[in-house]
């Protein structure tokens, strides 16, 4: 009995097919709605805590934030809908998978090792700050006395256990798949976006009251006066200070392996249009501009109501300050919607070098290696220096497969030259790869501006060599064209009234709209009591928010399941 319980258990979990190998079909195409969900989920995330609070730390004035986040977070958008979308949406393929017609399977096999384990660090980062969560309110029910993780290696055994826990409800909901993710996402994203507000408009009072320039903040003069005294001074914690242009770059280069390196080809794929890569600003300017701004609040709230340097707070201590256990709770699911994508391109990175193995199997092995690296808390500490370096060590591959895929045609090239070929190894993708990273460590520039000539460095010297390779030869084999998988539909069920769904579902998202209007209009009322009502009203916004906070999530969640019509359910 046993035995054939795993059988279906497995046999059902076969059945979450991802197209790892082949065109997404056009009966599975998603529609705009789960792109917005899932950037806004994936990028207002737990680590959005740590990100914005280094702003502060940097020494970056309050133009430099203000601004240079406008102008960076444009970039990325325009780079996801003009280099990342076109490509998905022309092969709806996976990047890991569409590389082996560019490069071979010996130069995909060793970019989807690098990509995986990169991507397995940074989902690591991820749990890292939901468990930096967790261990608030364990302390407080609990005799258990678990300290701010902030160092290399984990120093409490506690911990490890929440992390570990943390790590095995990601891992869950990443083999469920793309469509799972995108409906947890959706659920998640506007209530998450809400408690950052909430944060950094309800601790507003409390900066003003330690302002030296206004007693309250009434207009946009004295919300930059307290800025500039005590958020985004100017003045770095420590070293040299970062100014306009590093706070601009480092907004685009963010997620640089994302849009440039072209991993977000796995998302991207189940796009109508390359218009829908305009969906990432829903990510861009509610997670990194206005939740990074709120979290800069935020942070300095807190290093100042604990008298503690800001370097040495964790995000969950930061969001416990300001927000109470509903800030908690959306640390912990802000870094589960941030790791599920993330785990979930790791997954298929190593799956198209596991071609025996269910993406689900592998995403599984993935997850465990992923969650065992959130046990150390460096994967959080040193988190802007590793945005950076694995968007680096990426985007040179983006650069090959960007040249190839439209810049070939335009000069006489072979598209695909390689797998025509037969070839197993491209040499002139790795050593472009190569020279390409051997070039940003030469480049006298900053981290964060070392992108835009080491793509081009790429390009250009993957052209070269592909020319001395054979790639203009005009003898090849025709191209290999590969056709999606069809499926069949079910049939139709018929309607039921209100459009296909009953009138407690309409009841339910009804009652989840109200929750989250209530749940931004309780931190505007603490900002405009003032300081002379603020203890009174803050602590009841930390008793009401997370009240709000359960309604709105079983009855968000209830809606958003049965969100579907039952015509559309068959796919």
């Known amino acids: 009995m046993a035995e054939q ?53 940097w020494g970056a004035s309050v133009m430099d934030v203000l601004g240079g986040l406008v102008i ?62 967790v261990r608030i309110p364990l302390n407080a029910l609990t005799p258990l006395d678990v300290p701010p993780s902030t160092g290399w290696l984990p120093d409490n055994i506690w911990f490890v256990i929440t992390t570990i826990i943390v790590g095995a409800v990601v ?34 009072p409390f900066l003003a009251g330690h302002s030296t320039q206004v007693e309250n903040i009434a207009s946009w003069g004295d919300f930059l006066a307290v800025s500039h005294e005590l958020i985004w001074t100017g003045v770095p914690a420590e070293g040299e200070g970062l100014g306009f242009w590093h706070v601009t770059a480092f907004a685009w280069i963010c997620n640089l392996a994302m849009h440039g390196g072209l991993s977000d080809m796995a998302l991207l794929r189940y796009a109508k249009s390359h218009w829908y890569g305009l969906y990432s600003a829903f990510g861009m300017y509610l997670g990194h501009y206005l939740a990074w701004i709120c979290a800069g609040i935020m942070g300095a709230m807190a290093a100042l109501a604990l008298q503690t340097p800001l370097i040495e707070l964790d995000a969950g201590e930061v969001a416990w300050q300001a927000v109470g256990t509903a800030g908690i709770l959306a640390v912990v699911i802000a870094g589960w919607t941030t790791s599920n994508p993330t785990l979930y391109r790791a997954g ?85 790869w190569a020279l390409g990273l051997v070039a940003a460590y030469l480049l006298p ?48 069920p018929p309607k039921t009234i209100f459009g296909g769904h009953d009138p407690l579902w309409w009841g339910a998202g009804a009652i989840a709209l109200v929750c989250l209007i209530v749940s931004l209009v309780i931190p505007i009322w603490v900002f405009f009591g003032g300081l002379e009502l603020y203890n009174e009203r803050f602590a009841l ?6 009240l709000f906070a359960i309604i709105y999530f079983v009855t968000g969640t209830y809606w958003a399941v049965k969100r579907q019509k039952p015509e559309e359910e068959q796919s």
């Open 348 to 432: 298929l990175a190593f799956q198209a070098i596991t071609p025996g193995w269910p993406r689900w199997k592998v995403t599984l092995v993935v997850g465990a290696v992923t969650t065992l690296i959130a046990c150390s808390p460096f994967v959080f500490t040193r988190l802007l220096d590793f945005v950076g370096l694995y968007g680096l060590i990426l985007v040179p591959v983006g650069a090959i497969v960007f040249t190839e895929h439209w810049i070939f045609p335009l000069i006489g090239f072979q598209r695909y030259w390689v797998s025509r070929k037969e070839l197993v190894f491209s040499w002139p993708a790795l050593t472009s």
């Open 445 to 492: 520039l900053h981290l964060f501006f070392l992108f835009v000539p080491v793509s081009v460095i790429t390009a250009v010297l993957y052209i070269v060599f592909a020319a001395m390779a054979g790639a203009r030869d005009t003898d090849l084999p025709p191209e290999t064209v590969e056709k999606p998988r069809q499926f069949s539909g079910a049939p139709t």
């Open 72 to 133: 960076g977070n444009a970039l990325a958008v325009l780079t996801w809908t003009f280099i990342c979308a076109p490509i998905a949406v022309h092969t709806r393929l996976t990047l890991y998978w569409y590389l082996r017609k560019i490069a071979g399977p010996a130069v995909t096999t060793i970019y989807n090792v690098v990509n995986a384990v990169l991507f397995c660090i940074l989902a690591g980062a991820m749990i890292t700050v939901s468990a930096s969560a």
């Open 5 to 57: 319980t795993e059988s279906t258990t497995i046999a059902a979990m076969d059945k979450l097919y991802e197209f790892d190998r082949e065109p997404v079909s056009d009966d599975r195409l998603q529609p705009g709605r789960y792109f917005a969900g899932a950037y806004a989920g994936e990028h207002t995330a737990g680590t959005e805590f740590v990100i914005g609070a280094s702003f502060v730390m």
């Open 541 to 546: 916004m930390r008793i009401w928010l997370p």
């Open 171 to 204: 891992v869950t909901v990443a083999i469920l798949g793309f469509k799972s993710l995108a409906k947890f996402a959706s659920v998640c994203s506007p209530w998450m976006f809400l408690m950052f507000i909430a944060g950094g408009v309800a601790t507003l």
